[in-house]
């Protein structure tokens, strides 16, 4: 009998490890709601269903004005692994996934851009150089992109690339479904005409900074206090030209993709916004 047990034992060893490591643990995050540690990646590429591949226009090596340079990743529709990971009722109305970086980066993206937009989560390049970026816009050289990272067809959707990299996030180790951010970011009778300025702000800035204590960890910077601070054009240099106004700095230029009048125009919109916004203590 211990013989037999013994052989079941060996046998089911390896099963019970693999099953350990394709499962992805719940963590307690600091608001107190379950974000999901995802498994890595090996595991949950032999736990399926089976990746795929797509190929894109790398915003992060992309530069204003010169060829776009492509890039053919690895992974799942975005769809597929939420569904796998998630389960199902992720993308149900009214809500955001926060992707959660390793350096405190956090990307809150709204579940209906999930449905009208192709996302991919990838976790390497089909043509097996080293899966990493130099990210011009924040001036670091070879930034490791994995475990996960999150990118977006902008080929079957050129429009999109006009976005950059903003909502394409990097070195994810978590996720979580959390409510909407529009009692946060548009309270009271703010939304008919701030809405598009709100959303502006949620795509290209509080994946870093904050507003009245929403927002992203890596920078938790309130800009609806730094909006009131500052003026117009200090303002405008600091989200255009953050490397002039601060050099060193890791912060990207707003928007590269749009035309420098737009830009502009887009600068004045969010300080507009933030300054019109409550401000909370």
């Known amino acids: 009998m211990s013989t037999r047990l013994s052989v079941l034992s060996r046998r089911l060893l390896p099963l019970l490890l693999c099953a350990s490591l394709a499962t992805p643990t719940l963590a307690v995050t600091p608001a107190g709601s379950a974000s999901l540690r995802l498994p890595e990646p090996a595991a949950a590429a032999k736990a ?7 190929q894109v226009m790398e915003p992060h090596l992309s530069r204003p004005g010169q060829p776009s340079v492509q890039v053919r990743y690895r992974g799942w529709p975005a769809r597929v692994f939420l569904d796998r990971w998630l389960g199902k009722g992720w993308d149900l109305p009214e809500g955001e996934l926060e992707f959660r970086a390793q350096d405190g980066f956090v990307s809150r993206i709204p579940v209906e851009r999930f449905q009208r937009h192709q996302a991919w989560v990838v976790t390497g390049r089909v043509d097996g150089q080293a899966f990493q970026v130099d990210n011009h816009a924040q ?4 930034v490791p992109l994995g475990p996960y990272y999150l990118v977006w067809d902008n080929l079957a959707e050129p429009a999109l690339q006009a976005e950059g990299g903003a909502v394409w996030p990097y070195q994810v180790v978590s996720v979580r479904r959390t409510p909407s951010s529009r009692a946060a970011l548009l309270p009271g009778a703010m939304a008919p005409r701030y809405a598009a300025q709100a959303q502006a702000l ?3 800035c509080l994946s870093c900074h904050q507003v009245n204590g929403y927002g992203g960890d890596k920078m938790p910077l309130n800009l609806a206090l730094r909006a009131r601070e500052i003026d117009s054009k200090r303002w405008s240099a600091w989200l255009l030209q953050p490397a002039q106004l601060k050099p ?4 990207p230029p707003l928007s590269e993709g749009l035309p420098q009048a737009e830009r502009e125009a887009l600068a004045q919109q969010l300080q507009d916004y933030l300054k019109a916004l409550p401000l909370q203590p």
């Not at 399926?48 to 797509?54: D, F, S």
């Not at 001036?139 to 070879?142: A, C, H, L, P």
């Not at 060193?248 to 912060?251: D, H, K």
């Open 248 to 251: 060193g700095t890791t912060m």
């Open 48 to 54: 399926g269903p089976a990746q795929g591949e797509v």
């Open 139 to 142: 001036g670091e050289k070879q």
């Open 202 to 204: 949620q795509t290209h």
